[in-house]
């Protein structure tokens, strides 16, 4: 008995410290913003920086919006320099008053406190405080799940001040309360390669029970073959958006239909927002809808004879024109022979009738000195 309560006492301990861990692991990442000073003189610039904290596990992907005053602070510029993120899916974008951005770092990924992803220079246009802060984010744990372990959107304030009177001032900043956090889509299984006769399928997970839009884009530069192929057969489909519904656990999942037009496509799931009527971006991946190996040669062919029209014609044309000329040269001869011919033979009819005439006349005179 003794031992039976010790075993419940362990695995209650056990099943605490894991969960324990567990809802530690889920949020313990962050995004933030930091600045060189609380205050700015009106007119100057200053440069915040857009940082990511992950100190317990190392992370492989963010995503976020960031949110500035357009009346108070104008963008000068936006730098990458020295980011952690390797490949830029959303480069920094601008929209109106908001800056959208997402990447990817590469394997082992990054842990630390301190990681640099975008730098923005605003100049100070209008007194007052500037709230500078996240509208969403995500930040994807490198753990082949794509879990967002985003605990925090910690914004900062700028006062903008007067010009010359930054040394006289000290206006308490009002800090930026963190944001609500949004679960991003993500998507974390999927077919990376199918012929197009099969379908293709998409798992992922973001906000529970939700709404998401999966949005295809064909990016893939098509030879004159292709174009030819998509056009002849026209019961293929086009893979167009559609929204899926996440269940109580946030997770989602598609089947497109077969019998897919061939093509590379940029797969991109959205998070819709009823209550604001907007939707925000999560990670997206790369398809690749193949072709079969009748409809691959048949493409081949076609862009070669594509290829060999010009160059035959061309030849064509080098031949047809000499031999064409001559002929007409030929020609042109025979007509000027069966001229001369012609002027000969009037010659000689002139020179008979004139002998005819000279004779004539002749026979008249002696007629007449007979008489």
Do not use: C
């Amino acid at each position: 008995m003794k031992y039976s309560i010790k075993a419940i006492l362990y695995s209650i301990v056990i099943i605490v410290s894991l969960y324990a861990t567990t809802t530690f692991s889920a949020g313990t990442a962050s995004l933030f913003i930091t600045k060189p000073s609380p205050n700015v003189s009106e007119g100057s610039n200053v440069t915040l920086d857009i940082k990511v904290r992950s100190s317990d596990q190392a992370i492989n992907a963010v995503s976020g919006s960031v949110n500035f005053p357009s009346d108070m602070l104008r963008i000068v510029s936006i730098s990458r320099d020295n980011s952690i993120l390797n490949i830029w899916t959303h480069d920094p974008n601008i929209q109106r008053n908001k800056i959208s951005f997402e990447g990817v770092i590469l394997n082992p990924g990054y842990q630390g406190s301190n990681g640099s992803i975008f730098h923005i220079t605003f100049q100070a246009q209008k007194r007052g405080i500037a709230n500078v802060s996240f509208s969403d984010g995500a930040v994807l744990a490198n753990d082949g799940l794509g879990t967002n372990v985003l605990g925090a959107l910690n914004g900062t304030s700028l006062n903008i001040i007067g010009a010359g009177a930054l040394d006289l001032v000290n206006v308490p900043i009002a800090r930026a309360n963190p944001s609500k956090l949004l679960a991003l889509p993500v998507i974390t299984e999927y077919s990376q390669s199918i012929l197009s006769k099969d379908s293709l399928y998409l798992k992922g997970k973001g906000e529970p029970n939700a709404l998401t839009k999966l949005s295809f884009e064909d990016v893939s530069q098509k030879s004159f073959g292709e174009q030819f192929m998509d056009f002849i057969q026209s019961k293929k489909k086009r893979l167009s958006d559609v929204l899926v519904k996440n269940n109580d656990k946030g997770l989602f999942e598609y089947v497109t239909p077969n019998n897919l037009v061939a093509g590379v496509y940029n797969a991109t799931p959205f998070l819709v927002d009823a209550n604001e009527n907007i939707e925000k971006p999560g990670l997206g991946v790369r398809l690749l809808v193949s072709d079969s190996k009748i409809i691959k040669w048949l493409i081949i062919f076609i862009n070669i004879l594509i290829l060999l029209i010009p160059i035959v014609g061309l030849v064509m044309l080098v031949y047809f024109i000499p031999w064409y000329s001559s002929k007409r040269m030929r020609i042109l001869k025979r007509k000027m022979g069966l001229e001369e011919e012609k002027i000969e033979i009037t010659a000689h009819e002139l020179e008979r009738q004139d002998k005819l005439l000279s004779n004539e006349v002749l026979s008249h005179t002696d007629a007449e000195k007979k008489a």
